[in-house]
């Protein structure tokens, strides 16, 4: 089992700069990729960004809307990955979740998510 805890949302006017941080536990030397993804209200699930690697090597990876301005990011261990997110616009604004994806489950783990308000 994997748990998965976002933090970092909150309101920012278009233009501005967040810092998503999503904490890992529990088994998570089983994890081989984490990323975001994101829910506007009316709208389903997104994917954001998603890195791999392992030790000090990674891959990222980004959705057309969020490339150039979203930065994801990770410690070695798993412990902890990062969105930072910048030049931030209305339609950015959602739900972001972090997702991870492991050796032990065919399931993927999702965290609570957190809210993302981006006003104009």
């Known amino acids: 089992q994997v748990q998965l805890v976002e933090s970092g949302g909150g309101a920012v006017q278009a233009g501005g700069s967040l810092t998503l941080s999503c904490a890992a536990s529990?088994?998570?030397?089983?994890?081989?990729?984490m990323g975001w993804y994101r829910q506007a209200p009316g709208k389903q699930r997104e994917w954001v960004a998603t890195?791999?690697?392992?030790?000090?090597?990674?891959?990222?990876g980004y959705s057309d809307s969020v490339k150039g301005r979203f930065t994801i990011s990770r410690d070695n261990a798993w412990n902890t990955v990062y969105l930072q997110m910048s030049s931030l616009k209305p339609e950015d604004t959602a739900v972001y979740y972090c997702?991870?994806?492991?050796?032990?489950?065919?399931?993927?783990?999702w965290g609570q998510g957190t809210q993302v308000t981006v006003s104009s």
């Open positions: 997702n991870a994806k492991t050796t032990i489950a065919v399931r993927d783990y």
């Open positions: 890195i791999t690697g392992s030790g000090s090597a990674n891959n990222a």
């Open positions: 529990g088994n998570r030397f089983s994890i081989v990729a």
